[in-house]
C-alpha cells in the first residue's frame, strides 16, 4: 500500500516549449464575427456599452494582444512561488494549495477559497495584510496563517479524476486538509463559488472552524409566497437583478451546471477562447495582467473541463442535500458556526432575510458602496478589514 497522505512541497516551473506553443496558437487566433456596435442602444442593466451580446471582438483583440507582446508569465510564476506551495491527495485527488505562515506565533490559521473563473492568484493582493498586519500597519493580534487551495479541478490542483466534486466534497477535504496541517481551530473564507463552499466547511467541521466569512450569501427563495411577501421593497429589488442577471447574464452557469463538456473541447485546443469565456465575469474593469494570469493557469494546466464540472457536480448534489434532514424540506438544515457578510457595490446583494433562513448565527454584516465581484483583488483593502473585524468576534 502506497502512501498518499503526505504534504509534499511544490513549485511552478512550465516548460518553454509550452510558453512557445501557446504563443504560436495566439499568433494564429482566427478572430470571432460580430455585429457592430450600435452606439444608440440604450444600456441594459449593468452591462458595458459594446458587451450586450457578450465579450466582444476587440476587448479579446487587445488582451491577445498583451498576451503576445507585453505580458510577463515568468514574472507571475515568480510571484507564485515567492510563496510556499504544497501538494496532498485527499480523497483520491490532488490538492496544491499555498501555506502562508504569520510571523506572528498566535495567528488564526484560516483557508481562503476561490471561485471561477479565478485561481489562487484572487488572493494573491491580501496575502501580506491577513499574515503580517504589524508590517502593513495593523494590529498583530489580528494576523492570520493562510492555507490558499487550488479548488479540485482548478489550476494546479489539476483535473479531478472522478465524479462528485461538489461543494460538499471539496469542504470535507478542506476539513481534512486543515487536520492534516495540524490546525486544531481555525477560519473559512471565500469568494464566489468559495462563498459556496466556505459556510460548508463550518457545517462538515463545526468542532474546529470558529467561523465563516464570505462575499456573497448566496440564499434564495424557497417558493414559499408567505416569505417573498415578507422581503421589503429594497430586498424584492435585490431579487428582481438576481433573476435578471439569471436571465441575461447566466449563460456560463447554465452551459457548465448542465453540459460542461460541449464547450470543454474548444477551450482546451484555444487560448483566445479560454480568454473570451473567463472575461465574461472578469471583464474590462480589473487589471488586464491579472485576467491573463488567471486566463494563464487554466489554460496551462488544462482544466477548463474540470472546472466547469464542479458546476455540474453541485447542480446534481442539490436535491439530495436538499433532502438530507429526513423530512422532505426544500432547504437543509441551517448552519450554525458564525457567519460574516461583506457585501460589495458592484457584487451579488445578498438578502438578509434569507440569508437567516439559512444560516442561523450571523454575526457580521456589512455592505460597502465599493468594491466588485473580485475585492481581493480590487477593494483588498476594505476585504482585509472585515476579515479582521470579523474574526476578532469568533476566534
Not at 491580501?126 to 492555507?147: M, S, W
Not at 463545526?206 to 462575499?215: F, S
Request: net charge negative; glycine share 8%; proline share 8%.
Amino acid at each position: 500500500m502506497t502512501d498518499n497522505t503526505g504534504i509534499r512541497p511544490f513549485r511552478i516551473d512550465i516548460p518553454q516549449a509550452d510558453l512557445d506553443d501557446l504563443q504560436q496558437r495566439l499568433a494564429r487566433t482566427r478572430w470571432a464575427q460580430e455585429l457592430p456596435a450600435d452606439e444608440s442602444a440604450a444600456p441594459v442593466g449593468p452591462v458595458p456599452p459594446g458587451w450586450e451580446y457578450g465579450v466582444p471582438v476587440g476587448y479579446v483583440q487587445r488582451l491577445i494582444e498583451r498576451w503576445r507582446t507585453g505580458y510577463d508569465w515568468r514574472a507571475w510564476e515568480a510571484r507564485l512561488n515567492a510563496y510556499p506551495q504544497f501538494t496532498t491527495e485527499i480523497d483520491g485527488q490532488n490538492i496544491h494549495f499555498l501555506h502562508v505562515r504569520s510571523p506572528e506565533p498566535d495567528a488564526t490559521p484560516l483557508i481562503l477559497t476561490h471561485g471561477w473563473p479565478t485561481t489562487v492568484v484572487e488572493w494573491l493582493d491580501v496575502i501580506g495584510p491577513l499574515t503580517d498586519p504589524r508590517a502593513h500597519g495593523g494590529d498583530p493580534a489580528d494576523a492570520f496563517h493562510l492555507v490558499v487551495p487550488s479548488v479540485p479541478g482548478f489550476g494546479f490542483s489539476g483535473p479531478t479524476r472522478e465524479r462528485g466534486w461538489d461543494r460538499y466534497r471539496v469542504a470535507r477535504a478542506w476539513a481534512e486538509l486543515m487536520r492534516r496541517l495540524g490546525y486544531e481551530r481555525y477560519g473559512a473564507a471565500g469568494n464566489d463559488g468559495g462563498s459556496l463552499i466556505s459556510p460548508e466547511v463550518g457545517r462538515a467541521d463545526p468542532e474546529h472552524v470558529c467561523g465563516v466569512h464570505v462575499t456573497q450569501v448566496f440564499s434564495f427563495p424557497s417558493g414559499d409566497p408567505a416569505e417573498l411577501a415578507g422581503l421589503s421593497e429594497e430586498d424584492r429589488g435585490k431579487l428582481q437583478f438576481a433573476e435578471w442577471f439569471t436571465q441575461n447574464r447566466g449563460a456560463y452557469d447554465k452551459l457548465q451546471s448542465t453540459e460542461p463538456q460541449n464547450l470543454a473541447h474548444a477551450l482546451a485546443d484555444s487560448p483566445a477562447g479560454q480568454l473570451g469565456w473567463s472575461a465574461q465575469l472578469l471583464g474590462p474593469s480589473l487589471d488586464p495582467d491579472y485576467v491573463l494570469t488567471n486566463v494563464m493557469i487554466y489554460w496551462l494546466t488544462n482544466t477548463a473541463a474540470s472546472s466547469a464540472r464542479f458546476y455540474y457536480e453541485d447542480a446534481a448534489s442539490a436535491p439530495a442535500q436538499q433532502k438530507s434532514n429526513g423530512r422532505g424540506d426544500t432547504i437543509p438544515e441551517p448552519t450554525t458556526v458564525p457567519l460574516g457578510l461583506a457585501n460589495f457595490a458592484w457584487d451579488y446583494q445578498s438578502i438578509r432575510p434569507l440569508a437567516e433562513r439559512d444560516h442561523k448565527n450571523i454575526v457580521s454584516w456589512n455592505v460597502y458602496d465599493q468594491g466588485g465581484h473580485f475585492a481581493a483583488h480590487d477593494a483588498p483593502e476594505l476585504l482585509v478589514s472585515d476579515i479582521r473585524q470579523f474574526f476578532r468576534k469568533v476566534r
